[in-house]
């Protein structure tokens, strides 16, 4: 039990160990589904964009896609046009209480599914904390739903933290999607993260987790920082980073007001075709990695 990893600055060791301690009778499920968390512990950096338009422009493209809204802020939820519900969130299958399948909600939109947040979830972090294993809670609810080959793509949302929440993500996640403001500090919480990874995969909390990339967001092509920021994390980062930058778009800003992703909203517009572009960038990735696997 702790509340002690919710600080970038927890010392390496301290988390290994509690990993480490973790790691027993984890067994890895096979599944077609790719589980993606979207996450960086920066706040308002187009996690909750990204995840909204980018499963609403993969189900566009046939690809089946679950979101899991795990942040309390459920903006997500409201994005694709939920309204908040009581009862309907991830925090009771966390807590081994419900089948993760019974939380299933359908959006709008074809293909694109949901597992909705409300504010009851903030308050689950101190329940998940209390259960042994409180690392891999999200892991063992996430494993009758994989075993079922439902989804394409799973993209879990997290809050803007290195909380419990975000920490059980990413010990379940193949994968870590994580959205960078184009702005001065991007590549500082961009190395607190990368060190993360290499600890949950050092720890064999995760040893498979990879990085499925880094995708520039809010770009503003009339500012010269724009263009230093991406040449700046394009070096350090080299192919991690899509070729397709997300620029700052009123349209992308509006939608959620409507409940609606962006190409429901304004398909014309400038933040629509970047989202469309990014996620075929994306699935071309990860076409090529389930043609590796299988091959
Ligand atoms: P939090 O950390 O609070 O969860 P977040 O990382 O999920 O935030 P978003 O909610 O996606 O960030 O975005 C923060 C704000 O910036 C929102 O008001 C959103 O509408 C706006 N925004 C995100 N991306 C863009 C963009 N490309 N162009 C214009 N506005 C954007
Ligand atoms: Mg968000």
Redesign the pocket.
């Known amino acids: 039990m702790t509340d002690a990893i919710n600080t970038p600055e927890q010392s390496a060791k301290t988390l290994s160990e509690q990993f480490a301690a973790q790691v027993e009778n984890q067994a890895p499920v096979l599944s077609k589904t790719r589980v993606v968390a979207v996450a960086?512990q920066?706040?308002?950096?187009?996690?909750?964009?990204?995840?909204?338009n980018l499963a609403a422009c993969l189900a566009y493209l046939h690809k089946k896609v679950l979101i899991i809204d795990l942040?309390p802020?459920a903006?997500a939820t409201s994005g694709v046009g939920l309204p908040p519900q009581q009862n309907t969130s991830l925090y009771r299958a966390l807590l081994g209480e419900t089948s993760i399948v019974t939380l299933i909600q359908n959006t709008p939109y074809q293909d694109l599914d949901i597992i909705p947040s409300e504010l009851d979830l903030a308050g689950s972090e101190v329940y998940v904390a209390r259960q042994d294993n409180y690392l891999h809670c999200f892991n063992t609810a996430l494993a009758p739903l994989l075993v079922t080959d439902s989804y394409d793509i799973i993209i879990v949302?997290c809050?803007?933290s290195l909380g419990i929440l975000t920490m059980n993500a990413l010990t379940a996640a193949h994968s870590i999607l994580i959205?960078i403001q184009c702005e001065y500090y991007a590549l500082e919480g961009l190395s607190v993260i990368a060190r993360l990874v290499q600890q949950l995969r050092d720890s064999g909390a995760n040893p498979l987790l990879d990085i499925e990339g880094i995708v520039m967001?809010?770009?503003d092509g009339r500012t010269n920082l724009s263009d230093q920021v991406v040449d700046e994390v394009r070096k350090h980062f080299e192919s991690r980073v899509y070729n397709t930058i997300?620029?700052?778009?009123?349209r992308?800003?509006e939608?959620?007001s409507f409940g609606k992703p962006v190409i429901h909203y304004d398909w014309y517009s400038t933040?629509a075709k970047?989202y469309m572009l990014f996620a075929q960038e994306f699935a071309a990735r990860i076409d090529a990695l389930a043609g590796r696997n299988s091959g």
């Open positions: 960086n920066k706040g308002g950096v187009g996690k909750t964009t990204t995840v909204i942040d802020q903006n949302d809050p803007p959205p967001t809010m770009f997300i620029p700052r778009n009123v992308l800003s939608a959620p933040g970047a």
